[in-house]
T-cell receptor
Framework: KQEVTQIPAALSVPEGENLVLNCSFT??????LQWFRQDPGKGLTSLLL?????REQTSGRLNASLDKSSGRSTLYIAASQPGDSATYLC?????????FGAGTTVTVRA | EAQVTQNPRYLITVTGKKLTVTCSQN?????MSWYRQDPGLGLRQIYY???????DKGDVPEGYKVSRKEKRNFPLILESPSPNQTSLYFC?????????????FGPGTRLTVL
């Protein structure tokens, strides 16, 4: 059974600092690894999807890497802004289902 | 607009009173699933459906039922709700379960069982 862990649970940074969010998973036989953003009281929005054959994906200020051998993924957010404040969730896709981490709640201070 | 919709968004009910949370997607997606989100536990999958008339249990199926009679709809049924089913519920869909298929989530249903 896939276990996904995200550390730290919360993070507070000043505006402009780069963010590094970590995700680890136990089963390397994943189809893909997805990163989501969740705003308070809202649903999840997909940010990036990294297929199992890929090492990284980029979208604007966001870059996500995947290392299956070590069971790790990292989400980098460059030059953080107050609007980046949210909870970020990673999920490993195995055997027709997603297994989620508990998330990292990010606060970007103006 | 491509979207996943859920109804109701908020529901307060009492123990034992049967309820249904509806989920509908307009993207012609094959795969749909239900999750519950609880503080400190993240999202856990309840049930999923690969296609019409094909459903299977996720990690926490006890106390829930689903059906997939039409491609676009995937209702979640609580036959006899209990307080431990108080949670935030999300429906999600994707084109299939391929390596490049992104999951799209509904806005969530906050359920309180008294």
């Amino acid at each position: 059974k896939q276990e996904v862990t995200q550390i730290p649970a919360a993070l507070s940074v000043p505006e402009g600092e780069n963010l590094v969010l970590n995700c680890s998973f136990t089963d390397s036989a994943i189809y893909n690894l997805q990163w989501f953003r969740q705003d308070p009281g809202k649903g999840l929005t997909s940010l990036l999807l990294i297929q199992s054959s890929q090492r990284e994906q980029t979208s604007g200020r966001l870059n996500a890497s995947l290392d299956k051998s070590s069971g790790r993924s990292t989400l980098y957010i460059a030059a953080s802004q107050p609007g980046d404040s949210a909870t970020y969730l990673c999920a490993g896709h195995n055997d027709y289902k997603l297994s989620f981490g508990a998330g990292t709640t990010v606060t970007v201070r103006a | 607009e491509a979207q996943v919709t859920q109804n109701p968004r908020y529901l307060i009910t009492v123990t034992g009173k049967k309820l249904t949370v509806t989920c509908s997607q307009n993207m012609n997606h094959e795969y749909m699933s239900w999750y519950r989100q609880d503080p400190g536990l993240g999202l856990r999958q309840i049930y999923y459906s690969m296609n019409v008339e094909v459903t299977d249990k996720g990690d926490v199926p006890e106390g829930y039922k689903v059906s997939r009679k039409e491609k676009r709809n995937f209702p979640l049924i609580l036959e006899s709700p209990s307080p431990n089913q108080t949670s935030l519920y999300f429906c999600a869909s994707s084109q299939s379960t391929g390596v490049a298929d992104t999951q799209y989530f509904g806005p969530g249903t906050r359920l309180t069982v008294l």
